[in-house]
């Protein structure tokens, strides 16, 4: 998804990029034993946005820009979705709000930064994702002619290298038997323990006190 805040001037010569790429993988049952609060990231299926069917974190810093713009000038720009999931449309704005209101607010709608109180944007990381880091970009002269159009040459000097595989290390599973091992070890206490001890305070203590033996 394109940022407006890495906005690159125009050019009517085609680019050159010298880039590479990171992977991000997850394992296979990261998504079932793990919550997205406790992974801090979502999959494009968890979506959370009102006007977007999928999730990716640059789809979600889109959403943040159309909340923020309708809320200091009260409409939408006409490039954001407005009608794919939510049952009432924003309105759209015009020309005239468009140079009046957003060149005021400039900073926020592209860095986030105004008053720390005013914005609410938290935007997860996406759990499976492939990130292209460009290394080097220069023009390339007189291929106007070449291409026909505005064009760019991708460079991949070498094969992906890096990858960051997100897996589930520590399941509650394994922190009821840490508990139970350290208990047992230091306390000679077990499940079983625990289970009479319940037993003893809750149905046993009942039946004495109504007078069964």
Known sequence: MMNIARYQPYSKEAYEFEAYSIEIVTGADFQDDTSVSQRACRF???SNLTHY???TKGICLQECRLKMAYQHCGCIPHFYPNNSIIPHPKPVCDYKTLRAC??????????????AKSVNCYCEQNCVDSKVVIEKMQILTGTRKLLGSN????????YPLIRFNRQVLFTFTDLLVSIGGTAGF????????????????TLRLIWYVLGRR
């Open 44 to 46: 494009s299926f968890e």
């Open 53 to 55: 069917g999928i999730y």
């Open 102 to 115: 957003f060149p005021k607010h400039e900073e926020l709608f592209l860095e986030f930064r105004e008053n």
């Open 151 to 158: 064009g760019g040459l991708v460079i991949m000097k070498r």
């Open 186 to 201: 230091f306390l000679g206490f077990s499940v079983l323990g625990a289970v009479e001890i319940i037993y003893f305070f």
